[in-house]
């Protein structure tokens, strides 16, 4: 579901897509590899989950084709080209989750709670594929589980039986290992041995690992609707178990029409779920219902003390109301949450510098892009302090790189501007306004800046026409008001 409701995630389905092309090709001809390298390619380009399709087609040889029986050397070795594909889109991936800072280290995951994961998670997706209720778009991670935890133990021994049963039946009902071969082979990336974020699973990791058992499931119901015996029965469960199925996605869909109905679901499903609460502060926060949100935001932080996204959340809600001292304690738990936090160090500039330090408040903002030089958030706010704090050469060279790194800032251009005007670059500062209302044509900054700068210059047309057009959207600008009088007595009589 969350392929289709959720816009981010639409790459899951073309993935789906050159994934089935590509094992149907290779069904229908496996001499023709360049096709289905192809195709291939174009999965893992699309997601990365694809990269479990060379389990996938050694499934294929060896219960569709039967090619590991009657030449397994060639088979194995075919998958070679694909095997090195899959590794660079891994390696990539990684990299990639690594800097976005998603990707837990073994300090923060150690080896053993890895594993303790992949043992619960492997039959919690399968259960919920065969019953796919309650479902919520974060499944939170059980209190008290553990490598040496009952439910791992418990998950762990299911997996056992069922595939002994699989492997013992494989005569009789070859199909249902196949499918549990393939539902493994591509479940296996997804299960937690490489942690990514702080969910137990996601409901669009099972999408491709459940392609094997409702292909299995859709062939089995094909032979008993060719049996006049047991073809309406099975043409009448077929109907109901769609029907349930439509239902279902239908009022799924309705839970993802925008975040608000999301986390308010996400809420009723799992009251105890500190993520949710942290997301649905965030929904209020925006909606401007900032007691409500801060309230979910404390909620979160009771369920997980080291949720640092909920730290960060209500340290926002206590700067945004004046008290700076709890913002700074909220701030530097956040800290001590995550010190390779670039997020937490720009925060507690940020309370530094409404604190009227900034001298530390510019430290905190250097610490936060040590960590991340990318960071434009504290690339941008440093530069704002450096400005603020006499800095100005500093502070030209920060906005500068702001500027590389976000070129559509509108800010990042005004303030430039506000430097160079100062130092008497007049003609660089008018290049930067213009940039800024390029970007923003309603920067009322931008204007009443470059209004200045014409009106030292005697343009005094030209200032008026900058001021003018802030009034004409907003025509009770105060700053805009007092300037447009002071420019009309400073007319020629």
């Not at 539902?183 to 296996?188: E, M, Q, V």
């Not at 105890?272 to 502060?281: F, K, R, S």
């Not at 979910?296 to 959340?313: F, G, I, K």
């Not at 905190?364 to 960071?375: F, M, N, Q, T």
Request: aromatic share 6%; with cysteine.
């Amino acid at each position: 579901m969350e392929t289709v409701a959720w816009t981010i995630e639409r790459g899951g389905a073309l993935c789906g897509l050159f994934y089935l092309a590509a094992a149907d090709a290779y069904l229908r001809d496996p001499a023709r590899r360049a096709r289905v390298l192809g195709l291939y390619v174009l999965a893992l380009l699309s997601k990365v989950s694809a990269i479990s399709l060379p389990a996938t087609l050694l499934v294929l040889d060896a219960f569709a084709l039967g090619r590991l029986r009657t030449e397994p050397r060639r088979a194995l070795l075919e998958k070679l080209p694909f095997l090195l594909i899959a590794l660079a889109a891994a390696a990539v991936a990684v990299a990639a989750k690594a800097q976005w800072g998603g990707l837990r280290t073994t300090a923060q995951v150690e080896p053993a709670m890895r594993f303790a994961l992949a043992a619960y998670a492997y039959p919690y997706y399968i259960a919920k594929t065969l019953m796919p209720w309650p479902l919520q778009p974060f499944h939170r991670v059980p209190e008290g589980l553990g490598p040496l935890s009952w439910p791992v133990a418990l998950a762990a021994s299911a997996s056992a039986v069922l595939v002994w049963a699989a492997v013992r039946g494989r005569r009789r009902t070859p199909a249902v290992l196949a499918a549990l071969a393939h539902y493994s082979a591509a479940a296996a990336p997804l299960l937690g041995v490489v942690t990514v974020g702080d969910q137990l699973v996601a409901e669009r990791y099972s999408y491709l690992p459940a392609l094997g058992p409702s292909v299995a499931a859709g062939a089995g119901l094909s032979l008993l609707v060719r049996s006049r015996r047991t073809r309406p029965w099975a043409i009448s469960l077929a109907a109901v178990v769609c029907a349930a199925l439509g239902r279902a996605s239908w009022s799924r869909t309705a839970q993802w029409r925008d975040s608000r109905t999301l986390w308010t679901h996400a809420l009723a499903v799992d009251p105890g779920n500190a993520v949710a609460h942290n997301q649905y502060a965030a929904v209020l926060a925006e909606a401007g219902e900032l007691a409500r949100a801060e309230r979910h935001v404390q909620e979160a932080v009771r369920l997980d003390p080291r949720n640092l996204s909920a730290r960060l959340n209500w340290a926002a809600a206590r700067l945004g109301a004046g008290d700076l001292a709890a913002a700074q304690e909220h701030a530097e738990a956040a800290i001590r949450i995550n010190s390779r936090s670039a997020d937490a160090y720009e925060f507690l500039g940020a309370v530094r510098a409404r604190q009227g330090r900034l001298p530390d408040s510019a430290e905190l903002r250097r610490a936060a892009l040590r960590l991340d030089p990318s960071h434009r958030r504290a690339r941008y706010n440093l530069a704002v302090v450096l400005a603020a704090a006499g800095s100005v050469s500093e502070a030209e060279a920060a906005y500068r790189e702001s500027i590389r790194l976000d070129p559509r800032n509108p800010d990042a251009h005004n303030n430039l501007g506000l430097l160079l005007a100062g130092r008497g670059e007049a003609r660089a500062a008018a290049e930067e306004y213009r940039q800024a209302l390029r970007l923003r044509p309603d920067h009322a900054p931008a204007h009443l800046n470059w209004a200045a700068l014409n009106a030292q210059e005697g343009r005094l047309a030209a200032a008026e026409r900058h001021v003018r057009e802030v009034l004409r959207r907003n025509p009770a600008h105060p700053v805009a008001r007092e300037y447009l009088a002071k420019l009309r007595a400073a007319r020629p009589r």
